[in-house]
């Protein structure tokens, strides 16, 4: 079996792009691989999304987009949670909210692409502050 492991910003238009490819690769294939998404979280991604959002003229911190990082890649883990299909659909569904309809993080925009990927409603707001998800971002490599 072939794994793959794909290092996505989470709020990147070109990493979605390459996350359907690979998506869609997978899909075409005759046999079986695996692959997984890992989002990154640094200090060179945290200031790229920092001055877009300046550029577009959204007051926001170096503090609040750190937290809202960190909020979609623990949502993201606790989707996980309910299986790797449905993790990166959820993980593919919030960006595509956030970087093409631009939407808002919030957590009606959450329960409600938790609702399209099929998750466990119940089982997922449980999850997304339990001390697992927490243990599992931390596990997460960081790329420089």
Request: some cysteine.
């Amino acid at each position: 079996m072939f794994e793959l492991f794909l290092f996505v910003d989470p709020l990147c238009k070109k990493c979605m792009k390459a996350e359907n490819i690979v998506t869609n690769i997978s899909n075409d294939l005759d046999y079986k691989f695996k692959f997984q998404f890992i989002p990154m979280l640094n200090l060179r991604i945290i200031n790229k999304t920092l001055k877009k959002m300046e550029l577009k003229n959204e007051n926001v911190t170096i503090n609040k987009v750190q937290k809202l990082y960190y909020r979609i890649i623990l949502d993201y883990k606790a989707a996980l949670f309910q299986g790797m299909k449905r993790g990166r659909n959820f993980l593919m569904y919030l960006q595509e909210e956030l970087l093409f309809n631009n939407k808002q993080y919030s957590e009606e925009l959450i329960f409600s692409i938790a609702e399209k990927a099929k998750l466990d409603l119940e089982m997922f707001r449980e999850d997304r502050v339990s001390k697992l998800a927490k243990r599992e971002l931390k596990k997460r490599p960081v790329i420089g």
